[in-house]
């Protein structure tokens, strides 16, 4: 068998921290090893991430509260550096709910989604990259979900915070690479405070945020070199996702190249027979697109 993979000596940030799944990533982190920042929304009667600091502390771990909203995430990294002098792993985790259909979506329902989410993963990533690239080692995760991915009722705030947490991921991991520096992406399935009114509880037993642990402690270990990859996750299902392209058509560059051309060959358009997996921005060939459509032109 092969020997678990620790963390010791990692300083580990873990947002939105006071319950769900990033309790549970502290509170394994810690167990392996690392020191954690626990971040949460605090007030006078909440002070979930105390409690949470107590559990690791209890048992010999190392942890401090963080009650900062991550939309000050800089603050969050300050409280890590402050209290274990650097920053190795952040898992961008905190999240709130506004479902509404679009139709009753308010502009309050939609900025709000987006400060939590997409300005509150970039705070702390932001205010963490420095010490990460100058130190060679980072790791960062950031969490988006199925209704970005698929799109979900009620969701069109959240489904493009979530995605567009995606797009921030792919770029902040071809700017570390050569620094160790690796961002991932998780779509997770956990049981949670942000689950338990919109799922049976028979669904709900299945669905520990300890089984989404396991993936987010490998893709932030010292030994992975994963980086800019989105996996689904949940209830012990591990999987990851890419892109698919069809071949496409080139038509004519010239003035045949009509919408009812376009549309007698859209069976074409859309064939996934034999598709092609772009993985960059370079993976489109346009140069040769480009001398297709000419020879096109010519024939
Ligand atoms: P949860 O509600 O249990 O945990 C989210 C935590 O974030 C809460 O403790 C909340 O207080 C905290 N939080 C909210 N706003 C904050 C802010 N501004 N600053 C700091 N903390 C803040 O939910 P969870 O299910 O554990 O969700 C964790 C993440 O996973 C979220 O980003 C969520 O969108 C995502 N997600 C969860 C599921 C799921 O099935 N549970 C599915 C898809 C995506």
Redesign the pocket.
Known sequence: MSSPLRFDGKVVIV??A?????KAYSLFFASRGASVVV???GTITDA?ADIVVNEITSKGGKAVANYD???FGDKIVETAIKAFGKIDIVLN????LRDKSFTRMTDADWDIIQA??VK?SYKVAKAAWDYMTKQGFGRIIN?A??AGIYGNFGQANYSAAKLGLFGFSNTLAREGARKNVYTNTI????A????ETIMPPEILASLK?EFVVPLVAYLCHDSCKENGSIFEV?AGFVSKLRWERSRGVVFKADSSFTPSAVARRIGEIKDFKDPVYPTSIMDTDWVGLLEQAKQLKTN
């Open positions: 947002t939105g006071g319950g769900g799944l990033g971040n949460d929304l979930s909203s991550v939309e985790n905190a999240g709130i939590v989410h509150g969490t979900s199925a779509a997770p399935l956990a949670s405070k942000m689950t945020p949940g």
